[in-house]
């Protein structure tokens, strides 16, 4: 490697800091003991509470005592064997006798970190010209190294923080949606946290920060640019795995919440206006077009049929689309699952489910947006303002579809009351054709129409005045022919009065009564009479094919909901039964085993009684020393034989020289 490069270098800690915490609490357990924390001492700590080697536990002690984590002094003896010998102890850094101790305040002067902010390890490390990071050079990219040692070298997030993205208002308007959520995801990182303000661990961490800090810079407007942003995030990983270990569970969910918030800045990158919508979710956020906008496509999905969606990004032939619906979902698309959004449903051959449609409205709203041009302008306000106004939104929403849902009633009821109207106009036609004549008739239509535009409330109350009193409804009739043919224009007037009061005009019948009829009123009147009773009978049957189909629907809805119920109860039924039959079997399983269980200690106990039984058996016989058959003939003290020829066979080969017995 270039020497000039190797000049760079720089010395600084070799101890693990992992290693010099566990020191550290040996230190305190055995000073807590009021004895003298020698290595001995330390290193049977270690070992037992830690598993530590004492040869490893030597070395990380000696580079700790080197770098000044850890004094090295001489101390007396003041009690035990030792009593009055001076011995090696350490002590922690602030607690010795002897202030001036090495190393006991280069720590607080250090303008750079201590370990490489790439592994979070000590070693020889390369400095930043601007700012307080240090890194090994086995952890550099190639393209990031010095290329002499004389020049500026800038370490790679101060090369990224040169450029400007947004400014101050907008930075804060977007990063305090990714605050929010590292707030949230932190909350582990912290439950078995250490007091990172204490003395000892600052000597470790030389800049302290969390996510409360990254939230008090935001609103302060310190951030110029994202990459600093996700500096102070990747610095949260660097504190946490000098505190914890590289390979702690602490350290784990730091690298999970840094890598959340690099995702979360992608996102925002790719697409401002989406990343703000999605955050703040406003009403109809995912209609509002973008600027520029993004491409509508039919995206289809494994095991789905093509849906609608914005297309997001491309990657080679791969599409970043986002669905639209209830949820938004995201998902990569190969290319040959794609299709243009001008290209027919019928094509597709698309199943047209609820939640197509629903996607599809939404769609159609986006679409009217955008010829619209509108865009979602956002409004520079705190977050309360923004959710005061989301749920201002809300509740003039829920008003608006409560009006709505008013006047659909509304004109239901002006449609039944419309039905029930024309059925009396009919029945009074036909109740005037005997005394009316063809022009008369067409006088009565026209008074007749302004009456239908009438609240549904009157149109109710006025058919039972007319079903009441039938007589004067024909008498009422009659008087018509006394209304002069001359004055036209009050014609209408006199009939709608001669028609709507019929018990006023029911006063004094004899005076109604005066002309009589001529034949070609009787003419008139069957022709009136054949096209009256057509209408009624067109508006009968109109009346019934709408109460069939009524009925049909909620015999239909009324099948639907028993058939749902039928299956809900059907597989409530077996899983019930499935749960039951797996409880009764595991029951069964239990008892066979243990039943098995006490037969078997059972069978053991009467093998081992019978076992005994007959080695108490065997130990009382005798048996023959030549053969070990049993013994019949008795010849000493420990020699037996079951037969004369064992006797001899034994007695010439052996027996002879060590029998006892008496001759």
């Given amino acids: 490697m270039n020497k000039e490069i190797m000049s760079r270098v720089v010395k600084k800690r070799q101890a693990d800091p ?14 807590n003991q009021k004895q003298i924390a020698n290595m001995d001492r330390i290193s049977k700590y270690l070992s037992r ?8 536990t030597a070395r990380q002690l000696s580079l700790a005592v080197k770098d000044g984590l850890v004094v090295e002094t001489r101390t007396v003896g003041c009690k035990g064997s030792k009593a009055g010998i001076e011995q090696e102890g350490y002590w922690l850094p602030g607690d010795e006798m002897e202030p001036k101790a090495e190393g006991s305040k280069e720590w607080e002067t250090e303008s750079h970190d201590w370990y490489c902010f790439e592994c979070h390890l000590p070693g020889d490390v390369l400095t930043c010209d601007n700012c307080f990071r240090v890194y090994h050079l086995k952890c550099l990219p190639e393209e990031c190294k010095p290329r002499d040692g004389g020049s500026h070298w800038q370490c790679v997030i101060c090369r990224g923080s ?4 947004l400014n101050k208002q907008e930075m804060c308007k977007y990063l305090r949606f990714i605050v929010q959520r590292m707030k949230e995801r932190a909350v582990d990182l912290n439950k078995k946290g250490k007091d990172t303000k204490h003395p000892m661990y600052r000597r470790l961490i030389h800049t302290a920060l969390d996510v409360a800090n990254i939230q008090e810079n935001l609103s302060e407007g310190k951030y110029k640019n994202f990459e600093e942003f996700k500096a102070d995030a990747q610095l949260i990983v660097h504190n946490t795995a000098i505190l914890y270990g590289v390979h702690s569970d602490q350290a784990e969910i730091a690298r999970l919440l840094f890598s959340d918030t690099c995702h979360e800045l992608n996102e925002l990158l790719l697409c401002k206006n989406c990343f703000y919508l999605s955050n703040a979710r406003p009403d109809n956020w995912f209609c509002y077009p973008c600027s520029p906008s993004h491409d509508l496509v039919w995206a289809k999905m494994k095991g789905f049929g093509f849906w609608p969606a914005k297309v997001l990004q491309r990657e080679d032939n791969q599409v970043d689309v986002r669905f639209f619906g209830h949820q938004h979902q995201r998902a990569w698309i190969p290319s040959d699952n794609i299709q243009d959004i001008k290209v027919s449903v019928q094509k597709l051959q698309v199943k047209r489910s609820n939640g197509w449609k629903k996607a599809c409205e939404e769609l159609e709203v986006y679409q009217r947006f955008l010829r619209e041009g509108r865009f979602w302008k956002i409004k520079m306000e705190e977050g309360s303002h923004s959710h005061q106004n989301h749920q201002q939104n809300q509740r003039q929403q829920q008003q608006q579809q409560e009006e709505e849902e008013e006047e659909e009633e509304e004109e239901e009821e002006d449609k039944r009351s419309g039905r029930t109207e024309r059925l009396e106009r009919t029945e009074e036609a036909e109740s005037s054709i005997s005394s009316t004549s063809n022009e008369q008739v067409r006088q009565l239509k026209g008074c007749q129409e302004p009456k239908a535009k009438k609240s549904w409330r009157t149109q109710l109350v006025e058919p039972k005045e007319e079903a009441s009193d039938p007589e004067p409804e ?18 209408p007037e006199k009939l709608s009065v001669s028609t709507q009061t019929k018990k006023a005009s029911g ?3 004899r005076t109604l009564h005066r002309g009589t009829q001529t034949n070609t009123d009787g003419a008139c009147q069957n022709m009136c009479h054949e ?3 057509k209408v009624f009978n067109d508006v009968k049957e109109m009346m019934n094919a709408d109460n069939k189909r009524e009925k049909e629907r909620a015999v239909r809805e009324a099948l639907e909901k028993l058939r749902a119920e039928m299956e809900e109860e059907k597989r409530q039924a077996v899983s019930k039964a499935v749960s039951g039959a797996q409880a009764e079997m595991e029951r069964k399983c239990k008892q066979v085993k243990e ?4 037969e078997l200690v059972e069978e053991v106990k009467k093998m081992v009684a019978q076992h005994k039984q007959l080695i108490s058996q065997t130990k009382k016989k005798q048996w023959c020393y030549n053969c070990e058959e049993e013994a019949m003939y008795h010849c000493c003290w420990n020699t037996s034989y079951c037969s004369i020829k064992c006797q001899q066979e034994h007695w010439h080969a052996d027996h002879k020289r060590t029998c006892r017995r008496k001759r």
Wanted: with cysteine.
């Fill in 162 to 165: 040169k450029k400007k993205n």
């Fill in 595 to 598: 039943k098995c269980k006490e």
């Fill in 474 to 491: 024909m008498e009422a009739v009659s008087s018509s022919q006394e209304i002069p043919v001359s004055s036209a224009p009050q014609q």
């Fill in 531 to 533: 096209k009256y009773t």
């Fill in 18 to 31: 992992k290693v010099v915490q566990y020191v550290w609490a040996a230190i305190e357990v055995i000073r």
């Fill in 49 to 56: 509470v830690f598993g530590m080697h004492p040869k490893e």
């Fill in 507 to 509: 006063a004094s019948p």
